[in-house]
């Protein structure tokens, strides 16, 4: 049985964008099969395997196909990635592509259980993983989990060493002849991949995405970052299964022609030497993973290559860390406020300085060629048509564009609590449009902190205590209270190691005019952020640690 898959956009919207040219009307097989016939020898994977150019990738993508076709993989069926980044998860994106399947890819990590529950509400017929990695056995873990996932047919082992029995080896299928496959040519506007929500609220949401809606809405979001036209070289701090990582193969690769440099693991150290040996045009990753390598540049300088920008996103970019990266890495630092659920908005390569002073976080101008954003009452029914609030008033960010997704899968009550009647993604997102048109993020609607009754948006506080000279990096989280039932506390790593204070960071934001009632309770020093397996910083870890140990005030 497939999954269906429905489309909550209206179908005259979504067919105007490839009339007009917003969207390529191509599947991403197709995309990428025409710019390696454009540019044969062109590199398309730098991993820790090496270069393997386009004509060499394409001849993998295209046995990895004849080789899932002879399995049994049909167009539509769902097929998990549980791939580190590098090439076999870019073989797999493309050869599913090209078969007409659905990838879902899930970073490696993912608990088991997670992954049971992303395998079954997603009716994978199949799942990539590797044999082993970092000491985990992720191909063995996965085929303990059959029994309890019967439409689960093929668990297929990626190396080095072998494979457990019962599993495929991934290495036999890359030995298929190519030339047995024919690509199937599958409807762009048709799913092509699974986007995984980061699960910092609760159940990982799954989000369908198109080929266009990648390829156009999505590809549209790179193409306003590369003012040359050429084809990029992007090295991904981020797991290419994360939801910032599925810019890798759909956008970078297939719709732009470029070149993914590719990391299994991120350090900074890592990060650093990659950008020193490949010279990348575009460096993509979360604000911690910069802030962590900017403390490595202070620790041990050295020349780097100046990229065209560093296009950072997953969390709140603070205007200290942006300047200080924009002066060491010497270009534009983008502020990207996007999500897996279908909003996409930056602030691009001019300089924000102007933009700096106003309320919460300043996200750049939306383009509607990859989505419209508007602010909604947060007040008006679900599922109910889109309304606005007036102009200048904070309400829901909600979006709707090209790269608007199809539907959450297997989950209609979802469909009914984040999507309007017309179509439009609300975002949960507090927000306001200036008179420019510019966007600025403000809070959020469901991340809150219930402090005696009373709310706290721990986003409106870190964006305050994020201002303090002697604060490298801030998470505030809620941790459990016998009397209030909720308390904030604020996790913190120090400039130089120094030591911080409750009371310290209470008069900062006495000085910043932040409401009392909202400071912070609970201190956690740490001399960095853990980040989960998509590259954002694990709230969850942290709210457990700070409930094992904590300093009150």
Not at 224 to 237: I, N
Request: with cysteine.
């Amino acid at each position: 049985m497939t999954l269906a898959l429905h489309d909550l956009l209206p179908a005259r919207l979504r067919r105007s964008w490839t009339v007009d040219g917003t969207c390529p009307d191509l599947d991403l097989y197709s995309l990428y099969r025409a710019h390696q016939v454009a540019d044969p020898h062109r590199t398309a994977v730098v991993d820790a395997k090496g270069k393997l150019c386009y004509t060499a990738l394409d001849r993998k993508v295209r046995s990895l196909a004849a080789g899932l076709t002879g399995l049994g993989v049909r167009p539509g069926d769902v097929v998990g990635v549980q791939l580190p980044a590098g090439r076999h998860a870019v073989m797999a994106d493309l050869a599913l592509a090209a078969i007409g399947a659905v990838a879902l890819p899930f970073p490696v990590g993912r608990g088991r259980r997670e992954a049971a529950s992303l395998l079954a509400r997603s009716e994978a017929v199949a799942v990539l993983a590797p044999v082993g990695h970092a000491g985990s056995r992720p191909a063995e873990d996965l085929l303990a989990l059959r029994g309890e996932l019967p439409l689960l047919r093929w668990v297929i082992a990626a190396g080095p060493g072998d494979a457990p029995e019962g599993c495929v080896p991934l290495a036999g299928l890359l030995r298929t002849d190519a030339g047995e496959f024919r690509p199937g040519r599958p409807d762009p506007d048709a799913a092509v991949r699974i986007l995984v929500s980061s699960g910092s609220e609760a159940e990982p949401k799954m989000v369908a995405y198109s080929h266009n809606a990648l390829a156009g809405g999505r590809g549209n979001f790179l193409a306003s970052l590369l003012p040359d036209g050429r084809p990029p070289r992007c090295l991904f701090l981020v797991p290419l299964a994360s939801a910032f990582g599925s810019n890798g193969t759909a956008v970078a690769l297939a719709r732009h022609g470029g070149t993914l440099v590719l990391l299994e693991r991120f350090t900074a150290d890592a990060a650093l030497d990659a950008i020193v040996a490949h010279e990348p045009t575009h460096v993509l990753g979360v604000p911690t993973m910069i802030r962590m390598m900017l403390d490595r540049l202070a620790e041990q300088p050295r020349a780097l290559p100046s990229p065209t920008a560093l296009v950072l996103g997953g969390a709140v970019l603070d205007a200290a860390t942006a300047a200080e990266a924009r002066r060491v890495f010497g270009c534009p630092v983008v502020n990207l406020y996007g999500s897996a659920d279908g909003v996409n908005c930056h602030t691009g390569l001019e300089d924000p300085a102007g933009e700096l002073d106003g309320p919460g976080v300043w996200a750049g101008r939306p383009d509607p060629r990859v989505a419209d954003i508007r602010i909604a009452s947060p007040d008006a029914p679900r599922h109910a048509p889109m309304a606005e609030v007036p102009a200048g008033t904070v309400g829901e960010i909600v979006a709707r564009g090209p790269m608007t997704p199809l539907c959450y899968v297997g989950a209609p009550d979802l469909d009914a609590r984040y999507r309007t009647a017309d179509g439009w993604v609300r975002t949960g997102d507090l927000g306001l449009l200036g008179p420019d048109g510019g966007l600025r993020v403000v809070g959020r609607l469901k991340d809150v902190v219930i402090r005696g009754g009373a709310n706290i948006s721990p986003a409106e506080v870190e964006v305050e205590l994020a201002t303090h000279p002697l604060v490298r990096d801030v998470v505030c989280v809620g941790v459990p209270d016998p009397l209030m039932g909720e308390r904030l506390a604020a996790c913190v790593v120090s400039r130089d190691g120094r030591g911080l204070t409750l009371d310290q960071l209470g008069a900062h934001l006495d000085a910043r005019g932040l409401e009392r009632r909202k400071h912070p309770e609970v201190l956690l020093l740490a001399d960095e952020l853990p980040l989960t397996p998509a590259g954002k910083p694990d709230r969850a870890a942290l709210r457990e640690r700070c409930a094992a140990g904590r300093v009150a005030a």
